[in-house]
């Protein structure tokens, strides 16, 4: 058999195999199902762009082809075929149709630009700061400037049906800030703040990904923007700001509590239960200076950088939905993460994500039982 046609089926199998490698019955990251107004002016600059690109593509790559099989060398002809260089009809064309077809899509493109980058002037704003490997939320409820009334992680709240305007920043390498059904990306970068505005269709939760490499557990590195009703966004904004509440003395939750004041203080700070302990220890050992804020540590759907959900995923969805979150912890990844988080996300030895504090199953026990009370 002849290379040629031992190599035809393969370049025929090929584009099948992408083909059926980018289709999904359930793909809550596709940018190409916009869920907010902002992604859905991107949507519709995409697709007759994309269209347009097909289009091009075709005519080219046929017409190549054409003229590769049509003027083939053979073998009992030394003639060259007519030239056309000099048709000034032809180089006039060739030049003109496709900066007019540029000029059409950078009219949409512009447009598009200002319409998305216009968004967002007097929206609540929310500071998101990435590091090695989550994120992490901020808000000035007060309106005085400064980012630190309410403090959570993982979980982007947010009021659905409204502007929203993001400030991203990094605290160590570059990241990438995506939630692909309500935006495009937004790299966060360190010493320098990017602005990005979010607007959710309906209530919801909506999934997105580090997009820019950033060392080891960069695939671990996850992010939900969860979308809220008003009244409900508010209620969740005022109890954020509340401290939380000590388990009841005597109690396994109690027994936790103890034991997250002595053991996790260096790193963890919960409102209300370890505020004397983590002023004194917290940041101590973190190369990053810090680590997730725990106080309403149950509130939030996932964990460990959104790579685990905190509560069952009751519709198998594959998604927890705020109207989840309290219902059926996920006692078996939490315990499984206390037990061995480096066993379970990838860590780097300097310093940087939760070590193997070796706790005991009791102890695992009490911690679960206390990190359930922090609601």
Request: proline share 5%.
């Amino acid at each position: 058999m002849s290379r040629r046609r031992r190599l035809t089926p393969l370049a025929l199998a090929l584009p099948l195999i992408l083909l059926i490698g980018a289709c999904a019955s359930n793909a809550p990251q596709d940018t190409l199902e916009p869920e907010g107004p902002i992604a859905r002016d991107i949507d519709n600059l995409v697709n007759p762009v994309f269209l347009v690109a097909a289009v091009v593509f075709v005519i080219i790559e046929f017409g190549t082809l054409a003229l590769v099989i049509k003027f083939r060398r053979r073998h009992d002809d030394d003639e060259l075929p007519a030239q056309t260089h000099g048709n000034t009809k032809l180089e006039i064309g060739w030049t003109v149709l496709p900066a007019a077809l540029l000029a059409v899509v950078a009219v949409g493109t512009v447009a598009t630009l200002f319409e998305v980058e216009n968004r967002g002037e007097d929206a609540l704003t929310i500071r998101v700061e990435g590091q090695q490997w989550w994120w992490k939320f901020l808000y000035d409820t007060d309106g005085d400037g400064e980012f630190d009334d309410v403090v959570t992680a993982n979980d982007l709240v947010i009021p659905a049906g409204v502007d929203v305007s993001l400030e991203i920043t990094s605290n160590d390498v570059i990241h990438s800030f995506w939630i692909p059904s309500l935006n495009g990306k937004k790299d966060a970068v360190a010493g320098r703040t990017h602005e990005l505005t979010l607007n959710a269709d309906d209530p919801g939760t909506y999934v997105g990904q580090c997009t820019e490499f950033c060392g080891l557990s960069h695939a671990y590195m996850r992010q939900r923007a969860v979308a809220l009703p008003a009244d409900e966004f508010e209620a969740w904004l005022e109890h954020q700001q509340e401290p939380a509440d000590m388990p009841a003395e005597g109690s396994e939750a109690a027994l936790g509590a103890e034991l997250f004041a002595t053991q996790c203080s260096v790193c963890h700070r919960a409102r209300g239960i370890n505020d004397d302990e983590f002023a004194e220890q917290g940041g101590d050992t973190l190369l990053v200076g810090e680590a997730p804020d725990l106080t309403h540590f149950a509130t939030r759907g996932a964990f460990a950088g959104a790579t685990f959900d905190l509560w069952n995923d009751l519709d198998d969805d594959e998604i927890v939905e705020a109207d989840e979150i309290g219902e059926q912890l996920n006692r078996i990844d939490l315990e499984a993460w206390l037990r061995d988080p480096p066993g379970e996300k990838p860590m780097s030895p300097t310093r940087r994500g939760m070590p193997n504090l070796q706790l005991q199953e009791e102890q695992i026990d009490q911690l679960v039982a206390f990190l359930e009370t922090l609601d």
